[in-house]
């Protein structure tokens, strides 16, 4: 089959499109044919080895180094989401069957840069939503859940006011309509080009980075999530109402373990029309190196989609 190989840590060209052994499933696994996988902001710093943590880089690195590899990633084939069909399943299977639509993430295994993927039947997957495509599907098991355990973090609550920051990104734009489906009065700061798009997500009041900055306004809010972390509690502190509680992105999901409850969850949400996923690119397996340049911009909107077949 044909993956993409991460021979070292570095620029995007150190993605290689290979040949390599289409792996068969163990017993409790399911064979996957991927039809569309995602490149998000997560999977550039593996590969250029950039956690982006600021100070907190001089820890991080080195566990990075020991979780995924010394010099270049343990395991070559990147990648996390994915959406596909099962084209074979392992003998003790049994919540999938072949030719099922499915969905989720191969979390820290990676390997969905490929035409194929092997999964345990009880890793993070799940039958795709009846109203979404495969490139559709693909981003929901990442930046969807990332939005909905940090909402929950934040306990929010009906009639609340939300402020979600970088709402155009993949994380801020299922944060957006989360936040609505839970009641909330949603603000969405973007820049000029994106307000239409997070409007158009649910987002009651827009405000245009480029053209005003919210923590100078009298505004308060109950929740500011920050989705590209590019803020600090002190920064947001005046704009936050007593027990206001600011939430980053990058600290806010150190404990995040994906459930599969949840994303059957958020599979509910999206077969109730209430949520979906915002496409900005798709690219074909064999231009990895050109998404991966696109996406390190730091200027996606919404999700960027590799459709392997
Ligand atoms: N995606 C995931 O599944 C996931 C999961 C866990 C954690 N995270 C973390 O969450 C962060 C965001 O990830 P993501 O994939 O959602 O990001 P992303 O899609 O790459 O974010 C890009 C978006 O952020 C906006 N943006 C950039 N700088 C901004 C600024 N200064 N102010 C406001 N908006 C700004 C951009 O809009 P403009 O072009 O208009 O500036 C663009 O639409 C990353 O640090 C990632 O590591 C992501």
Known sequence: MKAIICTKYGEPEVLQLQEVQKPSPKNNEVLIKIHATTVHIGDTKIRGFKPSMGMLDL?????????????????????????????????????FKVADEVFGSSEMKFGTYAEY?????????????????????????????????????????????????????SVGTYAVQLAKYFGAKVTGVCSTGNVAMVKSLGAGCIIDYMQEDFTKNDEHYDIIFDAVGKLTHKKCKKSLTKNGVYLNVLRATDALKLKVEDLAYLKEIIEAGQLKSVIDRTYPLEKMVEAHRYVDKGHKKGNVVITPL
């Open 59 to 95: 820890i991080v690195k080195p566990v990075m180094r020991i979780m995924i590899g010394f010099w270049g990633p343990r395991r070559k084939i990147l990648g996390m989401d994915l959406a596909g069909m099962v084209e074979a399943v392992g003998t003790d299977v049994t919540r």
């Open 117 to 169: 993927i092997c999964l345990a039947e009880d890793d993070i997957l799940a039958i795709m939503p009846n109203n979404m495509t495969f490139k559709e599907a693909t981003p929901v098991a990442n930046g969807g859940l990332t939005a909905l355990y940090i909402l929950r973090k934040a306990k929010i609550q009906k009639g609340q006011k939300v402020l979600i920051y970088g709402a155009s990104g």
